[in-house]
C-alpha cells in the first residue's frame, strides 16, 4: 500500500481475550467502523457530507490480514482523487487531516470535547502553506459529520453491550509511520452517554452560538459558554418558526465567518437539558429562540 494511512479497531476484555468474539456482533462493528471512515475521509477528500459509505470517492478502504493472537482489524485508506491512486507523496497533509477529523467525530460522540480552533484549525492552517489543494472542513461540516457518524459509532459498541464477548474497544492510527490514538476507549460508559439519555423536567436558559445545523433535521450543534463547548440541540415547537429559524441561520453564519461580534452571532434559547443516565449533559431540546434573555 503506497499511502500509509491504516486506522486499528482493537477489542479487549471477556472472550476476545481469548481470541474469540461473537460473530454477528463484531459484523455490525465493522460495518460502524467502515462507514465512519468512509464518510470521514470523503469530507476531507471532497468537501462534501455522503450518508452512504459506499458513495466514497477518491480513496478506498481496505481490510488488511488479522493479527494473529489478538481481535482487531486494520482498515487501510489509499487515496486517490486529489492525486492519482497510490501516487500521493508521504508528505501530504492529507493523512493527518483525516486522523484528526476522525479524532474529533470519535471523541465528541464519545462525550470527550475536541477544541476545533486548536486541532483542526490549527492544522488547515499549516496544510494550506504546504498543498493548496486541500480543502478546508469548516468546524459545522465537522459537527454534522458527527450527527452522520452517530448510529455507527454506536454499532461499534455491539460486542461490549449485547453479547458481551469484549468489555472494551479502541480505535488507534498509523499515519506515514507514526502512531496515535483515536479518542478514548468505547465501554459500556460512553455506550450509555450514546444511548440511555434522560430528558429534565425543567426548562431553562441558555446563551450560546450555533456552530452547525441541519434545516432537514432540524438538529445542530451550539457553542454554549457556560458549558465551553458545543452542544447537540434539536429545535421544537415555536423554535421551528420562521422567525426562529432566521435566527438561527444568522448565528450560523456569523460563526462561519468568525463574526463573533455580530450581534445575530449569540442567541438565548429557553431548553430542556437531555442527559446520561450519569449525568452528562447530551443534547438540548431548544423551544424558543431570542436575541433578549426574556425568550417567550
Known amino acids: 500500500m503506497n499511502n500509509d494511512i491504516k486506522f486499528t479497531l482493537s477489542y479487549e476484555g471477556g472472550a476476545s481475550d481469548h481470541h474469540k468474539i461473537d460473530f454477528y456482533d463484531v459484523s455490525q462493528a465493522l460495518l460502524g467502523f467502515q462507514r465512519t471512515l468512509a464518510l470521514t475521509t470523503h469530507l476531507v477528500l471532497n468537501n462534501q457530507i455522503i450518508t452512504q459509505a459506499p458513495a466514497l470517492k477518491g480513496a478506498k478502504i481496505l481490510a488488511l ?22 501516487t500521493a507523496p508521504n508528505n ?18 464519545l462525550g470527550f470535547h475536541v477544541d476545533y480552533d486548536k486541532s483542526l484549525g490549527k492544522l488547515y492552517e499549516e496544510a494550506k502553506e504546504k498543498d493548496k489543494k486541500i480543502k478546508v ?3 459545522h461540516q465537522a459537527d454534522s459529520l458527527i450527527e452522520k457518524c452517530s448510529a455507527a459509532i454506536s454499532d461499534i459498541h455491539r460486542p461490549i453491550t449485547k453479547n458481551k464477548t469484549a468489555l472494551e474497544a479502541s480505535i488507534s492510527a498509523n499515519i506515514y509511520g507514526s502512531e496515535s490514538p483515536i479518542g478514548a476507549s468505547f465501554n459500556e460508559d460512553t455506550f450509555s452517554y450514546i444511548q440511555e439519555l434522560i430528558t429534565s423536567d425543567i426548562q431553562e436558559i441558555i446563551y450560546g452560538r450555533v456552530s452547525s445545523y441541519n434545516s432537514n433535521t432540524f438538529k445542530g450543534r451550539i457553542y454554549v459558554m457556560a458549558e465551553g463547548r458545543p452542544v447537540s440541540f434539536e429545535l421544537f415547537g415555536i423554535a421551528r418558526a420562521s422567525a426562529s429559524l432566521k435566527l438561527i441561520v444568522a448565528s450560523l453564519s456569523a460563526n462561519v465567518q468568525k463574526n463573533y461580534n455580530d450581534p445575530l452571532s449569540n442567541l438565548f434559547c429557553r431548553v430542556t437539558r437531555i442527559t446520561t443516565r450519569s449525568g452528562l449533559l447530551k443534547s438540548f431540546e431548544i423551544h424558543a429562540v431570542s436575541t433578549q434573555n426574556n425568550v417567550a
Open 65 to 86: 490480514p488479522p493479527e494473529e493472537g489478538s481481535w482487531k482489524i486494520t482498515a487501510g485508506i489509499v487515496l486517490g482523487g486529489l492525486y492519482t491512486f497510490g
Open 92 to 109: 501530504t497533509p492529507i493523512g493527518h487531516i483525516v486522523y484528526s477529523l476522525y479524532d474529533y467525530v470519535v471523541s465528541e460522540s
Open 137 to 139: 472542513i469548516k468546524q
